[in-house]
């Protein structure tokens, strides 16, 4: 499974960024194998409407589940028809700590349209 954590810099050990369109980076980490792999946001300084967008990147990298702060509507329903599933993990941790909450069932499911 891949699972995509916004970032505020590269790698797991950066810091979650809150937000999930504008966030610097998309780390994505294959829980079967461990290895990450951290994009760049192209999306990051772009118009209205980056959300839907964003969404497309995490289909784009085979995500099936985004670990971020807050989803806006637009977003919500362009991730519930990409089939991904959200998190919110509002920690102030590392990628690999909110990771980690994930996999122990810590974190609350975003409801998506």
Do not use: W
């Not at 699972?3 to 505020?8: E, F, G, L, N, Q």
């Not at 590269?10 to 610097?24: I, K, L, M, N, Y």
Request: glycine fraction near 14%; charge should be neutral.
């Amino acid at each position: 499974m891949i699972v995509c954590i916004t970032a505020r810099a590269a790698g797991t050990e950066a810091p979650v960024e809150q937000r999930f369109g504008r966030a610097p980076y998309f780390v994505f980490v294959d829980t079967e194998t461990g290895k990450s792999e951290s994009v760049e946001n192209p999306l990051v300084d772009a118009a209205g409407g980056v959300g839907p967008r964003a969404a497309q990147v995490l289909s784009e990298h085979g995500a099936t589940v985004l670990i971020t702060g807050q989803v806006g509507g637009n977003a919500a329903r362009a991730l519930g028809t990409g089939g991904i599933k959200a998190y919110a993990y509002r920690g102030s941790g590392s990628v690999a700590d909110a990771l980690a909450a994930y996999t122990a069932g810590n974190l609350q499911p975003i409801p998506l349209a």
